[in-house]
């Protein structure tokens, strides 16, 4: 069975930076998209970026430039780098990963880690 576990969340204020971290098991994650999405209160679930096993990204427009997704295949970790934090980066963040050879398109996800940036 797949489990994520993140990170790294945490209470930053306007302008600065957090790095979130999600720990995979197995070995799911080499052959793993991985991604983080995010929830703010009353929000739906939104994408925040992606990446996959070989190492493409892709981000939402609202984080393109501040946000940078990464992985560590040795560790079986993805990592989000946050700068230049907003009040509206405030959400729940959640690690997501799918297997790229699974025709099911099944989701795993984390529990969750929670960011607030204050004004």
């Known amino acids: 069975q797949v489990q994520l576990v993140e990170s790294g969340g945490g209470l930053v204020q306007a302008g600065g930076s957090l790095r979130l971290s999600c720990a995979a098991s197995g070995s799911f994650f080499s052959i793993a998209t991985m991604g983080w999405y995010r929830q703010a209160p009353g929000n739906e679930r939104e994408l925040v970026a992606i990446?996959?096993?070989?190492?493409?990204?892709n981000y939402a427009d609202s984080v393109q430039g501040r946000f940078i997704i990464s992985r560590d295949n040795a560790k079986n970790t993805v990592y989000l780098r946050m700068n230049s934090l907003k009040v509206g980066d405030t959400a729940v963040y959640y690690c997501?990963?799918?297997?790229?050879?699974?025709?099911?398109?099944?989701?795993?996800w984390g529990q969750g880690t929670q960011v607030t940036v204050s004004s």
């Open positions: 990446i996959t096993s070989g190492g493409d990204t």
């Open positions: 997501t990963g799918v297997n790229e050879y699974d025709f099911t398109n099944t989701h795993y």
